[in-house]
C-alpha cells in the first residue's frame, strides 16, 4: 500500500521545486528526467520530496531511462514511497516513451542505410531478452512497405519458413528484403546459422527477383550489417 501521510505534497515545495509549474511555466524541455518522473509519482515519502526520490530511482538505473523501462514494477516498488500505483504509472510511461520512439522511426521509412535499418529495429527488439527474427519488406524505391516478425525465442534453420516469408513478399508487392534479429547477450558477431539462414533466403529470393539486401543484428546500443561487413 502507497505512503498517503506525511508526504511532500508538490503544492507545498518552494518554486523551484514544483515540476508541475514549472512544466506550465517554461516547458516540458526546461525539466529534469527526476522531475518528469516526479510529476508522475505526485509525492515521495515522509522524509523525501518526489524529486529527490525520483532521483534516488535514476541514479539506481544510472541515470539511464532505457535502464528504467526494464525494471519491474517489484523492483520499482522496492523504493520507499513507490507503491503499487506509482510503480504501474512509471512502467506505462517508459511503454509509452518506447512506443513513440518507434512509431517516430518507422514514419522515416526509407532505408539509405543499416543506420536506418538499427534505428527501425532498435525500438522493436533492441532490448528484447529473448531473440526474434524480423523482415522488412522494402518497394522499388527502398521505402518499407511492411514489416513481420518471422520467429521468437531464437534462430535455427527449422523456424525458417522460406515460403512464408517470400509469400508475404509477393503479397505486399515487395522487390527487396531485409532481415533483422538481435542478439540480448549484446554480442555483434554474426553465427554461422546466421550466415546460413541469409544464404537459403537469398537463394530462394533470387528466383523470384527479390532481392535480400542485408542482414542486421541489432543489440541495445549498436548493430552489424552484413552487407556492410561483407558478409552478405
Known sequence: ??????????????????????LMLKGKAALSDAELIAILIGSGSRNESAVELSKRILASVDNNLNMLG?????????????GEA?????????????????EDVVDLKKITSSRAVFEIMQPIIGELPHEEFWILYLNNSNK??????????????????????FKTALEHGAVGII???NHPSGVLQASEPDKQITRELKAAGRTLNINVLDHVIVTETGYLSFADTGIL
Not at 155 to 164: E, M
Open 1 to 22: 500500500m502507497e505512503e498517503t501521510q506525511g508526504t511532500f505534497s508538490i503544492k507545498y515545495w518552494a518554486e523551484d521545486d514544483q515540476p508541475r509549474e514549472k
Open 70 to 82: 526494464k525494471q519491474s514494477l517489484q523492483q520499482l516498488m522496492n523504493f520507499k514511497g513507490i
Open 86 to 102: 506509482k510503480a504501474i504509472t512509471i512502467a506505462a510511461a517508459m511503454e509509452l516513451g518506447r512506443r513513440r520512439r518507434e
Open 144 to 165: 518499407v512497405i511492411y514489416k513481420s516478425q518471422l520467429s521468437k525465442g531464437g534462430i535455427t534453420g527449422t523456424v525458417v519458413d522460406v515460403r512464408i516469408v
Open 179 to 181: 532481415l533483422s534479429h
